[in-house]
């Protein structure tokens, strides 16, 4: 089994930054990808980035939306990824979740709150 969990979000004015971690423990063997996610209420899921394990070396993906102002991460050695969150705007307020993905097969964290204030 898998287990995820995120950590890092909180309310930011505009314009501000923060940075979310996700770490990654059991059966870290079965994780060939991982990503952030995000929902805001009454909107379905979407992805916001997502990363590679170390046998898919410089693989990354973006959302159109948050391209250019979100970077993400990871350290191998920890099990863990990052999303580095510049230039917050308003509507990037959601629950931000954690995904690991085994081809078809997805673990879940239980999300983290990212709320920006105008």
């Known amino acids: 089994q898998v287990q995820l969990v995120e950590s890092g979000g909180g309310l930011v004015q505009a314009g501000g930054s923060l940075r979310l971690s996700c770490a990654a423990s059991?059966?870290?063997?079965?994780?060939?990808?991982m990503g952030w996610y995000r929902q805001a209420p009454g909107k379905q899921r979407e992805l916001v980035a997502g990363?590679?394990?170390?046998?898919?070396?410089?693989?990354?993906n973006y959302a159109d939306s948050v391209k250019g102002r979100f970077t993400i991460s990871r350290d191998n050695a920890k099990n863990t990824i990052y999303l580095q969150m510049n230039s917050l705007k308003p509507e990037d307020t959601a629950v931000y979740y954690c995904?690991?993905?085994?081809?078809?097969?997805?673990?879940w964290g239980h999300g983290t709150q990212v709320t920006v204030s105008s």
């Open positions: 059991g059966s870290t063997d079965r994780i060939n990808a």
């Open positions: 990363i590679g394990n170390i046998r898919y070396v410089g693989r990354t």
């Open positions: 995904g690991g993905s085994y081809y078809s097969t997805y673990y």
